[in-house]
T-cell receptor, first 112, second 116 residues
Framework: DGGITQSPKYLFRKEGQNVTLSCEQN?????MYWYRQDPGQGLRLIYY???????QKGDIAEGYSVSREKKESFPLTVTSAQKNPTAFYLC???????????FGPGTRLTVL | GQQLNQSPQSMFIQEGEDVSMNCTSS?????WLWYKQEPGEGPVLLIA?????ELTSNGRLTAQFGITRKDSFLNISASIPSDVGIYFC????????????????FGQGTILTVHP
């Protein structure tokens, strides 16, 4: 089955620790994205990558970092510099031809 | 940057009722996308629209691409309890050069509650 996987579904970390969220896709999409969603809120773009070894900051990149070493993978690191990291994180990828963006199931990060 | 205004913010309806929601943009869109997000899950693409005036259905869902290209509408007929969720509209978010690179602008969402 083609799709986007995110792991883990739930993640708990202590304040001050860095944590890396996984995102893998087998849709052969070039572009991938990370969003943050807070309760009752819309989606805010953290980082995006149009192609391997290239990525750009989104609207709320501070305190986050990414890498794009493989087409299929776009991991997101939430660093200790992120002041309010508890949120629901969504990964997505795009079929450029149709601008249709597909989402993974999300990871809920709770920082204690 | 572009903004999408989605309304209503929330809806509480009885099972069997029809639902209408809309999305308006401050600028022209070439594509409109409608997503549904269930609690604790990622958004799922429901309908994609590519031409002004286009009317597309997916089961009980019908969406329209407004003639002005600045708005879109989503209707759900004969609602059922599993329609509960947040519905988002979205469209490409071009930069100053006119290329979106696949980036989307999202509305704030319409929270739908269906009472049995």
């Amino acid at each position: 089955d083609g799709g986007i996987t995110q792991s883990p579904k739930y993640l708990f970390r202590k304040e001050g620790q860095n944590v890396t969220l996984s995102c893998e896709q087998n849709l052969n999409h070039d572009a991938m994205y990370w969003y943050r969603q807070d309760p009752g809120q819309g989606l805010r773009l953290i980082y995006y990558s149009q192609i391997v070894n290239d990525f750009q900051k989104g609207d709320i990149a501070e305190g986050y970092s990414v890498s794009r070493e493989k087409k299929e993978s776009f991991p997101l690191t939430v660093t200790s510099a992120q002041k309010n990291p508890t949120a629901f994180y969504l990964c997505a990828s795009t079929d450029w031809e149709f601008n249709e963006q597909f989402f993974g199931p999300g990871t809920r990060l709770t920082v204690l | 940057g572009q903004q999408l205004n989605q309304s209503p913010q929330s809806m509480f309806i009885q099972e069997g009722e029809d639902v209408s929601m809309n999305c308006t943009s401050s600028s022209i869109f070439n594509t409109w996308l409608w997503y549904k997000q269930e609690p604790g899950e990622g958004p799922v693409l429901l309908i994609a629209l590519y031409k002004a005036g286009e009317l597309t259905s997916n089961g009980r869902l019908t969406a329209q691409f407004g003639i002005t290209r600045k708005d879109s509408f989503l209707n759900i007929s004969a609602s059922i309890p599993s329609d509960v969720g947040i519905y988002f509209c979205a469209g490409p978010a071009p930069n100053a050069g006119g290329t979106s690179y696949g980036k989307l602008t999202f509305g704030q969402g319409t929270i739908l509650t269906v009472h049995p």
